[in-house]
């Protein structure tokens, strides 16, 4: 099992959309939890991070993490061609170390 | 990207050549992480520092990669020899301000043909 999951995509949004993006972990002792953008030949570049259960937002993006269920989701209301690019779902575990899943890609259809 | 300084941004060699990155954590943190991201995979951790010292280099091949940062500040990663299977995108990144919190430079993308 891997230590971090997200749906494969690709996603395809329409303009305006609300994108969610899912991210499942293995290690019930996982403390923070992170999303990295990616664009096309770019390094990731951190826009959420969530450390309690519950809804974080930041403007058009909203973090949800359930520990209970070890998931955490990113939703990225009123989409705009510029949110294409790969989501990376981080997770620590209370040491230094990040585990990243392989990534979601989005595109948003103008 | 902007606490973060890498370079070269692209090289190109051939397999069992050697080939050396560079990283200045321009923020001048203790703490640096070298990561290594295939097309397609998130980044891996290759080796932590604290200042002068390696931390965790377990995900390291240490046969052919070897890193150091001398004086705690500037870091080097070497590969050698190079193999087909070590083109990638090396990250280097330093701490955020926030817990757990990691921030990447731009990148050097390997090609090993």
């Known amino acids: 099992q891997k230590e971090v999951e997200q749906n494969s995509g690709p996603l395809s949004v329409p303009e305006g959309a609300i994108a969610s993006l899912n991210c499942t972990y293995s290690?019930?002792?996982?403390?923070?939890f992170f999303w990295y953008r990616q664009y096309s030949g770019k390094s990731p570049e951190l826009i959420m991070s969530i450390y309690s259960n519950g809804d974080k937002e930041d403007g058009r993006f909203t973090a949800q993490l359930n520990k209970a269920s070890q998931y955490v989701s990113l939703l990225i209301r009123d989409s705009q061609p510029s949110d294409s690019a790969t989501y990376l779902c981080a997770v620590n575990r209370g040491t230094y170390k990040l585990s990243f899943g392989a990534g979601t890609t989005v595109t948003v259809r103008a | 990207e902007a606490g973060v300084a890498q370079s070269p941004r692209y090289k190109i060699i051939e397999k069992r050549q050697s080939v050396a990155f560079w990283c200045n954590p321009i923020?001048?943190?203790?703490?640096l992480y070298w990561y290594q991201q295939i097309l397609g995979q998130g980044p891996k951790l290759l080796i932590q520092?604290?200042?002068?010292?390696?931390?965790?280099d377990s995900q390291l091949p240490k046969d052919r990669f070897s890193a150091e940062r001398l004086k705690g500040v500037d870091s080097t990663l070497k590969i050698q020899p190079a193999k087909l299977e070590d083109s990638a995108v090396y990250l280097c990144a330093t701490p955020g301000s926030s817990y757990n919190e990691q921030f990447f430079g731009p990148g050097t993308r390997l090609t090993v043909l």
């Open positions: 520092f604290q200042n002068n010292g390696v931390v965790d």
């Open positions: 290690d019930r002792g996982s403390q923070s």
């Open positions: 923020s001048g943190h203790a703490t």
